[in-house]
């Protein structure tokens, strides 16, 4: 008891100093499946004014408004001139400034923000009464990438990373009279000490990418859960249910799997938890095969969620990867966030659809989400369409892997990811990075998260993008030091477009893999512009891609322990790196689709290297 009081006391004040520090985070844990929530959208049109100099947020000193002993002088306060004889100086008006959609990326909604990378504010007016006995969490599915956000013109917190939820417990602050406004400043200026870090191989889109929405809650209500199988073990169902709010110990939860006739009820602990466990023999498996889902319900006192949720198991025996028991190959892609048919990061279901859909075309039974959180839609989506996933953390390339605070910030981006994810049958990998380079601060960075993903989540396969080496007897080696930590060895690997000369002749390297554990091609492949025809030694060609395809797999097949691989990638995507006039054009071209949706010669090349697999690994 004493070591509870103790440890919420301690947690208060932790919340006090990063109050004033302005470094508040969420003030609650992030709710299980928020959107199932009875939900008040705040998609739609929302005000923006473009601040590079941050005059909204700081005074002519640079000392910030919100850190002030007022509170007041920010854009936040939303001011309006008021009746008074005094002239007032106001020198913004949310009101008739430009508008733009929400959820989107500020760089496709107007032409001179494409390249933009600084302090946009955002303003949203609504109505919301609160009710007597319930709690409201505003929820934001991601702003990229340092947000501030305000309501009533008081400031919730801060947050850092561009593609996780944020939530906040607003229920004391909404207004009695029902008119309400929140302000956001959304800034996606890069710094080597973020995660990302400064440089990346993707469009740096700005602002609130992601739904926005107050979700509604009783007062005691089921703010976590997780409904899964037992480790490796398809005989159990095994989880947890958190309630929050005024919880108390021995309150009634109830779970439900109608269809499989499974009910239980469990009492929380004095921390408002409850755990369950359950016989699931009687519960179908999930697979790419067969994408079983069940509706679950779980339910306490007035407060019910309801998820659809598949079963089956994942583990590594040797060089083999077994869904539910079975060895599986897996037939990935890799994706960004981007539906390159519209401008800007991908917004609604049909543009993520889009994308699966053509991965299944292809013959995919596993995709690669990079190289950041994608958005719990496209989870569920995966979850509804049967594919596999592999899911990634933005800490990518050269992080300052001293600094704690960036630690600090990566294991927290890893964390909400699990805990949004956990859910999900089709994700099978937690990625805790991609192409890191070699050293020992980043050996201890890198497995201190692998450490982290384990004990947040033991049911999945913890992994990362790792990089390989060469020797002039033409010999690739996978022996990075991290590869200890992981439980596959997943590598990108560039020959035909990076080094090793043309794509005919690549079949001359050799692998020499250091880990006995399933290998997993994370990424490869080449730039190709569609429609440009030439030979297979004309860079740039439809027909070097495909060449390059053909001699990636012949030589990648002679790896004894291959179980899958993530090929880069399943479309073109916008990069700002990518600057050639005539073939890139801020596009990267390894997609095996256009950027106008047409399939390249390679595409068929891997659908047909696809339907072998298929037919060894599946029987058909
Ligand atoms: C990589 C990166 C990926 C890049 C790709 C490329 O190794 O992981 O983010 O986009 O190569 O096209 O160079």
Known sequence: MT???????????????????????????????????????????????????????????????????SGKGGYYDNQKPSNSQEPELIEYDFDKSATMQIPGDWNSQDPKLLYYEGTIWFKKSFTLKPAAGKRYFLYFGAINYES????????LGMHKGGFTPIQYDVTSQLSASGDNFVVVKADNTRRPEE???????????????????????????ITDYKVQLARNDASQLAGYVQLGGDSKAGQTVTLTIGEAGLKQNVKTDADGRATFALPAKKLKLWSPQSPKLYAVSLSSGPDAVQDKIGFRT?????????????????????????????????????????LLTWAKELGCNYVRLAHYPHNETMLKLADEMGLLVWAEVPVYWTIAWENPATYQNAETQLSDLISMGKNRASI????????????????????????????????????AALELHRTPDNVIHVDDPLGEFLDLTSFNEYAGWYWGGKPSEITKYTFDIKYNKPVMIS?????????????????????????????????????????????????????????????????NRKGLISSTGTKKKAFYVLQEYYRQMARKYDGK
């Open 314 to 354: 994942i583990q590594t025996k040797g060089q083999d990867i077994l869904l539910n028991g079975k060895s599986i190959y897996m037939r990935g892609i890799s994706m960004h966030d981007e539906n390159p048919l519209i401008p800007g990061r991908a917004r609604g279901e049909g543009d993520l659809r889009m």
């Open 428 to 463: 099978v990998v937690w990625s805790i990075g991609n192409e890191t380079p070699l050293g020992a601060p980043r050996l201890k960075f890198m497995s201190s998260l692998a450490q982290k993903a384990r004990s947040l989540d033991d049911t999945r396969l913890i992994s």
């Open 523 to 587: 990424e490869f492949g080449g730039d190709a512009l569609a429609g440009y025809h030439g030979d297979a030694e004309t860079r740039w060609s439809e027909e070097y891609q495909e060449a390059l395809y053909v001699n990636q797999l012949k030589m990648l097949s002679t790896i004894p322990g291959l179980r899958g691989m993530t090929p880069w990638i399943l479309a073109d995507f916008r990069a700002t790196r990518r600057q050639h006039p005539v073939y890139q054009n801020g596009f």
């Open 3 to 69: 070591f509870r009081i103790s440890l919420r006391l301690l947690t208060a004040a932790l919340l006090l100093i990063g109050t004033f520090a302005g470094q508040l985070r969420a003030q609650t844990s992030l709710l299980q499946n928020a959107p199932a929530r009875r939900v008040l959208s705040l998609n739609g049109s929302w005000n923006y004014i473009i601040d590079p100099y941050e005059n909204g947020f700081y005074d002519y000193r640079r000392e910030a408004f919100d850190q002030s002993k």
């Open 195 to 221: 995660v990302p870090t400064i440089n990346t191989d993707w469009w740096n889109y700005g602002g609130i990418t992601r739904d926005v929405f107050i979700a509604e809650t009783p007062a005691t209500f």
């Open 148 to 155: 501030h956000i305000y309501l009533n013109g008081k400031k």
